[in-house]
């Protein structure tokens, strides 16, 4: 697997800087695309995928260890960063890149996602979500406005707009509510965001409905209407099949406008990965890479490796002989497992390493290919390591 930090030099030279918002797309093989979006910090060579630092920061991680293993853009999440350490903390060190240390783009969540898994602990009006909070129980409310405004405070490259995200089993009359209520909330945040949001600083709108495919197709008609910057699917691996995800993705992504930057929000195992650069994403987040490594899963070329099994107490292998990572370079499964069963949190740090740089490198293989004509060639190598029967589209 290709290092993703050689890969983007050699995309990066000879750029000239464009304002905040444009965004090229530099190549497509069917519905399949690369792409350049340049956002306050600088340029994002897509497809990408992002590393998920819900208050700030990759677990474990120092920023600079993310440049190195090639993360262009890293996620907070406004929920979390508004109760701790609060969004005025932030806005007072100087917002978040300068707080944590990352200097290149920054896309956050609205936090509606977490505030709707509150159940029993909100409560959701046409204006906006009243909630307790799963810290300490004190009663906040959210709006459309407030969560820019947040974001503002956070100075985010990519702020998201508050949407309505209903359960994966939710019925047809709770998708067409959540839909409905996502419009509304959409309109207003497009009428906000010059008054709120710092010049630079890019807004994005979320298209809803479930797995319905004609209740999709006609929301994207609507959030697509709106001068937003970019558009992204919410609501997706939310408790779904993955079956009616792949499909979803496939059907509705490569109707999204093309001269703007299509996202995916949440999905992160290599096959939602696959499916999602098949039918043209660019961009895609998951805590699922850093998450599954500190609980002991590891992901490979060869498929997942459960770091606890007994089996490998001796081995001296590396995780992935095929990878490029500092983890892998310099350490055995048997040392791993080691540090694991001792609860040592050196552990958590070199699994999550070697995770990031696996997904990472997997998505820059894939962008590189795509730039230089080879992408059904490439891809088919990983469908047949990762992928469904059907196989790329």
Partial sequence: MIDPRTELSCERTDLAALDPGCFEVLAEDGPARAGRLWTAHGPVDTPCFMPVGTYGAIKGLDPRELEAMGAQVILGNAYHLAHRPGAAVVAGQGGLHRFG?????????????????LRGLQRIDDDGVDYRTHFDGSAHRMTPESVLTVQAQLGSDICMVLDHCPPGDGSPAQIRVAVDRTTRWAERATLARSRILTPGQLCFGIVQGGVDLE???EHLAAIAALPFDGLALGGLSVGEPPASMHATMRAIAPMMPRERPRYVMGIGMPIDLLVAIDSGVDMFDCVLPSRNARNGQLFTSAGKVNIKRAEHREDRRPVDEDCGCS???RFSRAYLRHLHAQGDPLYGRLATVHNLHFFLALVAQLRLALRRGRYREVAAAFWTRFGEAAGPG
């Fill in 327 to 329: 983890t892998c370079a």
């Fill in 215 to 217: 209740l999709r197709r």
């Fill in 101 to 117: 240390g990352w200097h290149r783009p920054i896309l956050t969540d609205s936090g509606g996602f977490q505030v709707f898994s």
